[in-house]
């Protein structure tokens, strides 16, 4: 280690416990009874969880994680399928039509969802789509393939065409080129896609807030927001819903984050 | 059909999903922005240009809109600079720094609703953190939150400290693209680092500080989770980004006409900004 290297050590070391620090409250406080007035920088020196039973009952967080799983897990996997789908003529067959189709895809990403909710909440009601799952999944999909369109557009013009062009010779057709050559090339960008989509609808508040009041359809987030409107003195249930609602997304980034920079770089930044 | 024409249909699902989702209600936004409609009842009728005219001489509005400017650039600038420097600490080579990256990144998993209240312990009046540090110097804690001066700032910095991470990510991958060879090269030369850093890290690095600006400007603007968890755009609309005026318009006041024709400012100021700014941020690339 060089002299340089080492100078910055203390900085990196000021930089990392500032950036535990939220946990390291959130946690605390997840932790302390209700009657308990210390500090929040203070660990309780206990172990309380009635926090966490109370909640759990109190916001129906079962139905909330049940809720929230299916929406992500559908959601996701239809963004992968669509935006593979789409990708692909985009980015091997650039005709004026399919860059204009593009330039129209992308622009999205620009559109603001709040921008026409008044209009969605409007179209929801009249085709009874309130408080149900394939409402909010397709609303997801929508906002979530711009992203997705671009990252494997970008990631499929870095595969070199004389593949293509081989597989043609050796006698497949371009839909079975799609499914058996340009597919299983696809992981890494994959991945990515699945991190972000899957961060992206797991969290999601704005969306499920307007769309999920029903309280058994609602997602974590509604729940916890609900909950915390009504008990906002009490904070350790609100840090103990926030704890739980957090835990299983930071696993599956803590997973699958080694694919996460690869693809990202490979998609988005040189493709 | 042949094979060709088919495939050439295969984004025709994604067409219809954001016709159907996306550019229908658009256009049904702007009729809706023309009526007095109040979001529920089946009555109402067109009122012309009523709601944009009663949005100029609404006195909340300046205010919001400002608000809107300081979510947007205020994040934008702190993101990229610390951003930047992050990603230039973490690239050199000392153990453990793929465990701090993570550290920095994480952020970034939790709902943005959820990192609001997680800041919310810091700074509420009662019992905050942030208040039993102020204790030690003064004898009264400090409202921090119901304070329209400051408000807007401490949303501004959980905005920053929760998207940090994916601005670090992208320098990272811009820099570790640059070859060393330049740098080398500019140490023969004598140059210093400063001037290594401008010369050559800066105009290198122009493509990954475009898709940061664009990114972070997008996200800044339309800013709402943080500012529901926080103090809900409180008081009155003191830290009311457009986004959660119009939220409280329409739900609270149940006025979606008006709420209609915010959402339309919304989208031609966060069209306008990005827009410009990524054609200015473009043009500096190519001719660097």
Same mark, same amino acid.
């Given at each position: 280690?060089?002299?340089?290297?080492?100078?910055?050590?203390?900085?990196?070391?000021?930089?990392?416990?500032?950036?535990?620090?939220?946990?390291?409250?959130?946690?605390?406080?997840?932790?302390?009874?209700?009657?308990?007035?210390?500090?929040?920088?203070?660990?309780?020196?206990?172990?309380?969880?009635?926090?966490?039973?109370?909640?759990?009952?109190?916001?129906?967080?079962?139905?909330?994680?049940?809720?929230?799983?299916?929406?992500?897990?559908?959601?996701?996997?239809?963004?992968?399928?669509?935006?593979?789908?789409?990708?692909?003529?985009?980015?091997?067959?650039?005709?004026?039509?399919?860059?204009?189709?593009?330039?129209?895809?992308?622009?999205?990403?620009?559109?603001?969802?709040?921008?026409?909710?008044?209009?969605?909440?409007?179209?929801?009601?009249?085709?009874?789509?309130?408080?149900?799952?394939?409402?909010?999944?397709?609303?997801?999909?929508?906002?979530?393939?711009?992203?997705?369109?671009?990252?494997?557009?970008?990631?499929?013009?870095?595969?070199?065409?004389?593949?293509?062009?081989?597989?043609?010779?050796?006698?497949?057709?371009?839909?079975?080129?799609?499914?058996?050559?340009?597919?299983?090339?696809?992981?890494?960008?994959?991945?990515?896609?699945?991190?972000?989509?899957?961060?992206?609808?797991?969290?999601?508040?704005?969306?499920?807030?307007?769309?999920?009041?029903?309280?058994?359809?609602?997602?974590?987030?509604?729940?916890?927001?609900?909950?915390?409107?009504?008990?906002?003195?009490?904070?350790?249930?609100?840090?103990?819903?926030?704890?739980?609602?957090?835990?299983?997304?930071?696993?599956?980034?803590?997973?699958?984050?080694?694919?996460?920079?690869?693809?990202?770089?490979?998609?988005?930044?040189?493709? | 059909?042949?094979?060709?024409?088919?495939?050439?249909?295969?984004?025709?699902?994604?067409?219809?999903?954001?016709?159907?989702?996306?550019?229908?209600?658009?256009?049904?936004?702007?009729?809706?922005?023309?009526?007095?409609?109040?979001?529920?009842?089946?009555?109402?009728?067109?009122?012309?240009?009523?709601?944009?005219?009663?949005?100029?001489?609404?006195?909340?509005?300046?205010?919001?809109?400002?608000?809107?400017?300081?979510?947007?650039?205020?994040?934008?600038?702190?993101?990229?600079?610390?951003?930047?420097?992050?990603?230039?600490?973490?690239?050199?080579?000392?153990?453990?720094?793929?465990?701090?990256?993570?550290?920095?990144?994480?952020?970034?998993?939790?709902?943005?609703?959820?990192?609001?209240?997680?800041?919310?312990?810091?700074?509420?009046?009662? #019992?905050?953190?942030?208040?039993? !540090? @102020?204790? &030690?110097?003064?004898?009264?804690?400090?409202?921090? %939150?119901?304070?329209? $001066? *400051?408000?807007?700032?401490?949303?501004?910095?959980?905005?920053?400290?929760?998207?940090?991470?994916?601005?670090?990510?992208?320098?990272?991958?811009?820099?570790?693209?640059?070859?060393?060879?330049?740098?080398?090269?500019?140490?023969?030369?004598?140059?210093?680092?400063?001037?290594?850093?401008?010369?050559?890290?800066?105009?290198?690095?122009?493509?990954?500080?475009?898709?940061?600006?664009?990114?972070?400007?997008?996200?800044?603007?339309?800013?709402?989770?943080?500012?529901?968890?926080?103090?809900?755009?409180?008081?009155?609309?003191?830290?009311?980004?457009?986004?959660?005026?119009?939220?409280?318009?329409?739900?609270?006041?149940?006025?979606?006409?008006?709420?209609?024709?915010? #959402?339309?400012?919304?989208?031609? !100021? @966060?069209? &306008?900004?990005?827009?410009?700014?990524?054609?200015? %941020?473009?043009?500096? $690339? *190519?001719?660097?």
């Amino acid at each position: 280690m060089n002299k340089t290297t080492r100078k910055f050590l203390p900085l990196i070391f000021i930089i990392s416990i500032f950036h535990i620090l939220p946990f390291y409250v959130l946690i605390t406080t997840s932790f302390k009874a209700v009657d308990d007035v210390s500090s929040k920088w203070v660990f309780p020196g206990y172990w309380y969880i009635d926090n966490f039973i109370n909640v759990w009952k109190g916001a129906n967080l079962g139905q909330a994680f049940f809720n929230n799983i299916i929406i992500t897990v559908v959601s996701v996997l239809l963004t992968v399928v669509l935006g593979a789908f789409a990708a692909y003529p985009l980015a091997r067959y650039k005709t004026r039509l399919n860059r204009f189709m593009y330039t129209l895809f992308i622009s999205v990403l620009i559109v603001p969802p709040l921008t026409i909710l008044v209009p969605l909440y409007k179209m929801f009601v009249d085709v009874g789509a309130m408080n149900s799952n394939w409402g909010i999944i397709l609303l997801h999909v929508t906002f979530h393939l711009p992203m997705t369109i671009f990252l494997f557009t970008g990631f499929i013009g870095t595969i070199p065409r004389e593949l293509d062009e081989a597989a043609m010779i050796d006698g497949c057709t371009r839909l079975s080129l799609f499914v058996k050559v340009i597919i299983p090339l696809l992981k890494p960008v994959t991945a990515t896609v699945v991190i972000l989509a899957s961060v992206g609808i797991w969290n999601d508040y704005q969306f499920s807030v307007f769309f999920l009041s029903d309280p058994d359809a609602r997602t974590i987030t509604v729940s916890l927001s609900s909950f915390f409107g009504q008990y906002n003195n009490n904070i350790g249930w609100v840090a103990a819903g926030s704890l739980t609602a957090a835990l299983p997304i930071t696993i599956v980034y803590l997973f699958l984050q080694r694919y996460f920079i690869t693809g990202l770089s490979a998609g988005g930044v040189k493709g | 059909m042949n094979s060709k024409a088919l495939l050439n249909l295969m984004y025709l699902p994604t067409l219809i999903l954001f016709s159907v989702l996306i550019f229908f209600p658009f256009i049904k936004g702007i009729d809706i922005s023309l009526t007095n409609w109040d979001g529920y009842s089946q009555e109402f009728r067109r009122i012309g240009l009523e709601n944009y005219k009663r949005m100029f001489s609404d006195p909340d509005i300046l205010n919001v809109i400002k608000n809107t400017f300081i979510y947007g650039a205020g994040s934008t600038l702190f993101q990229n600079i610390i951003g930047l420097g992050y990603a230039i600490l973490l690239n050199i080579s000392i153990k453990g720094k793929g465990i701090v990256r993570t550290i920095v990144y994480l952020p970034v998993i939790i709902s943005p609703l959820i990192m609001g209240y997680i800041w919310y312990f810091f700074f509420q009046f009662n #019992g905050g953190a942030v208040n039993d !540090i @102020i204790l &030690l110097f003064r004898d009264k804690p400090m409202n921090l %939150l119901a304070d329209s $001066e *400051v408000n807007v700032w401490i949303i501004t910095f959980v905005n920053t400290y929760q998207y940090l991470g994916i601005a670090m990510i992208v320098y990272l991958a811009g820099l570790q693209s640059i070859s060393k060879d330049y740098y080398e090269a500019a140490q023969l030369d004598g140059a210093s680092g400063f001037s290594q850093f401008k010369n050559i890290t800066l105009p290198l690095l122009a493509p990954s500080i475009t898709i940061n600006v664009v990114i972070n400007l997008i996200g800044g603007l339309k800013l709402f989770d943080v500012i529901k968890a926080m103090t809900d755009g409180g008081p009155g609309y003191a830290s009311s980004s457009l986004s959660s005026m119009m939220y409280q318009i329409y739900f609270a006041r149940q006025d979606a006409g008006y709420a209609a024709s915010l #959402g339309n400012l919304m989208f031609v !100021i @966060i069209c &306008l900004v990005s827009l410009s700014a990524l054609f200015y %941020l473009r043009k500096r $690339e *190519v001719s660097e």
